[in-house]
C-alpha cells in the first residue's frame, strides 16, 4: 500500500493563480483531511470530509475549496492565491472516528 | 522541514538518556489522544495513542500518561536515540460531530550523540 500520498510535492504560485493539491489513499478510509502547518503554529485544519460526496469547513477554511467526488482523492483548490497562503499542506485520512489519522508527505506551496 | 521547529519549546537530552514531553489539552471532553512524531521535512507519523478510560499505555520504549484531572498529556521515550531527534504532537480527538483532531503546537526534541 502507498498509503497516503500528494501531488505535487513543491510548487510557486504568483499572487492570484490558481491551483489544486491532490490527495489519495488506498486503505479505503472514509475520512480525510486537509491541514496547513505553518511555523510554531502546529497542524490547523482547513477542510475535512466524512465520505465520499461530502466536505465540511475546518478552523481555516477561507480561500479554500475541496471536493470528495471519490472516496480515494480529496482535492484542495486555490481560486486565487494570496502570500499569506504560503504555508506546507499535509492530507490525511481516517478510518473511522477514535482512530489514528495517517499522514501525507506534504506539499510545500510558495505564493509570492 | 526544519521551518516547523521555528519559536517552538526544545528538550535538548543526550543519547540513553530517557525523554518526557509533556501536553496540555483543552477539552475535558476529549475522549481519545495520539501522539505522533514529525522529522525534518516529512508527515507526522503516529507513535502512540490512549483512549480516555485508560491513564497509561506503553508501547516499545514509549510510554503515554493521561491525567484527566489537570487535562495533561505526556510522553516518555525510553533510552532516547539520536533518530528520535523530531518535533513531537500531542493530539485531541473530540467526541462531538464526526470528532475532528487538534493539534498541539509541538515540541522539539534534540538529541546529542
Known amino acids: 500500500n502507498a498509503g497516503v500520498t500528494q501531488t505535487p510535492k513543491f510548487r510557486v504560485l504568483k499572487t492570484g493563480q490558481s491551483m489544486t493539491l491532490l490527495c489519495a489513499q488506498d486503505?479505503?478510509?472514509?475520512?480525510m483531511y486537509w491541514y496547513r502547518q505553518d511555523p510554531g503554529m502546529g497542524l490547523r485544519l482547513i477542510h475535512y470530509?466524512?465520505?465520499?460526496?461530502?466536505?465540511a469547513k475546518g478552523e481555516v477554511p477561507d480561500g479554500y475549496n475541496v471536493s470528495r467526488l471519490k472516496k480515494q482523492n480529496f482535492l484542495l483548490g486555490l481560486e486565487s492565491a494570496a502570500p499569506s497562503q504560503t504555508s506546507v499542506y499535509f492530507c490525511?485520512?481516517?478510518?473511522?472516528?477514535?482512530?489514528?489519522?495517517?499522514f501525507g508527505p506534504g506539499t510545500r506551496l510558495t505564493v509570492l | 522541514g526544519e521551518s516547523v521547529g521555528l519559536h517552538l519549546p526544545t528538550l535538548s537530552v543526550q543519547e540513553g538518556d530517557n525523554s518526557i514531553i509533556n501536553c496540555a489539552y483543552s477539552?475535558?471532553?476529549?475522549?481519545?489522544f495520539i501522539w505522533y512524531k514529525q522529522e525534518s521535512g516529512k508527515g507526522p507519523q503516529f507513535i502512540i495513542d490512549?483512549?480516555?478510560?485508560?491513564d497509561k499505555r506503553q508501547g516499545q520504549r514509549v510510554t503515554v500518561l493521561l491525567n484527566k484531572t489537570v487535562k495533561h498529556l505526556s510522553l516518555q521515550i525510553a533510552a532516547t536515540q539520536p533518530g528520535d531527534s523530531a518535533v513531537y504532537f500531542c493530539?485531541?480527538?473530540?467526541?462531538?460531530?464526526?470528532?475532528?483532531?487538534?493539534f498541539g503546537k509541538g515540541t522539539m526534541l534534540l538529541v546529542s550523540p
Open positions: 486503505m479505503n478510509h472514509e475520512y
Open positions: 490525511a485520512s481516517r478510518k473511522g472516528r477514535g482512530q489514528e489519522q495517517f
Open positions: 493530539a485531541e480527538n473530540h467526541p462531538s460531530g464526526y470528532s475532528t483532531l487538534t
Open positions: 477539552n475535558s471532553a476529549s475522549d481519545y
Open positions: 470530509s466524512v465520505g465520499e460526496g461530502t466536505t
Open positions: 490512549i483512549r480516555s478510560n485508560m
